[in-house]
T-cell receptor, first 115, second 114 residues
């Protein structure tokens, strides 16, 4: 089984629909992240969480919300999806101490298409 | 605002060639720089560099950091078709709540032909 599991892997939806992307991890890491990837723009940070009670906005949080249900679970929601949220979304985790905090382990990605 | 620029954006070579990928950065409170390889799915970790001038090596891949000139290079010798991927550079911030946050470059797309 993968260390970081994302569901769904692919989703097509319509403008205005609510979408939730889920992430679970077996790494035992405290820190979890959501990134989106668009062609030519690299990976951009949406939200991050350093523990269950700590949620922080990243550089592109508008239009998104997150929930850290447990140490191992971090979900990303689009309350009302719009076409420019079409992208590949990655969940990642990292250790909380030392240089390991910089080394991210990524899930396989969730490809979202908003029509 | 933190900035990362990778070059070239894309590169096409033949098996056996040597390639050099470049990453320049401007990051507040720099701590380390990471390289990732992304094939069809999730990025996978290659190297983390924290000190200038010390080469990190893994098989045919090697990387070095210059903290004075704010750049890093990733070298791949004797390329193989399996090296075809997007290579991502990501400097990391240091300290406080920004610890562990990476700023990713746009990536270099490497294509290796047989």
């Amino acid at each position: 089984d993968a260390d970081v599991t994302q569901t769904p892997r692919n989703r097509i939806t319509k403008t205005g629909k609510r979408i939730m992307l889920e992430c679970s991890q077996t790494k035992g890491h405290d820190r979890m992240y959501w990134y989106r990837q668009d062609p030519g723009l690299g990976l951009r940070l949406i939200y991050y969480s350093f523990d269950v009670k700590d949620i922080n906005k990243g550089e592109i949080s508008d239009g998104y919300s997150v929930s850290r249900q447990a140490q191992a679970k971090f979900s990303l929601s689009l309350e009302s999806a719009i076409p420019n949220q079409t992208a590949l979304y990655f969940c990642a985790t990292s250790d909380s101490t030392g240089v390991g905090a910089n080394v991210l382990t990524f899930g396989a990605g969730s490809r979202l298409t908003v029509l | 605002e933190d900035k990362v620029v990778q070059s070239p954006l894309s590169l096409v070579v033949h098996e056996g060639d040597t390639v050099t990928l470049n990453c320049s950065y401007e990051v507040t409170n720099f701590r380390s720089l990471l390289w990732y390889k992304q094939e069809k799915k999730a990025p996978t970790f290659l190297f983390m560099l924290t000190s200038s001038g010390i080469e990190k090596k893994s098989g045919r891949l090697s990387s070095i950091l210059d903290k004075k000139e704010l750049f890093s290079i990733l070298n791949i010798t004797a390329t193989q078709t399996g090296d075809s991927a997007v290579y991502l550079c990501a400097p990391a911030n240091a300290g406080g709540t920004s610890y562990g946050k990476l700023t990713f470059g746009q990536g270099t797309i490497l294509t290796v032909h047989p």
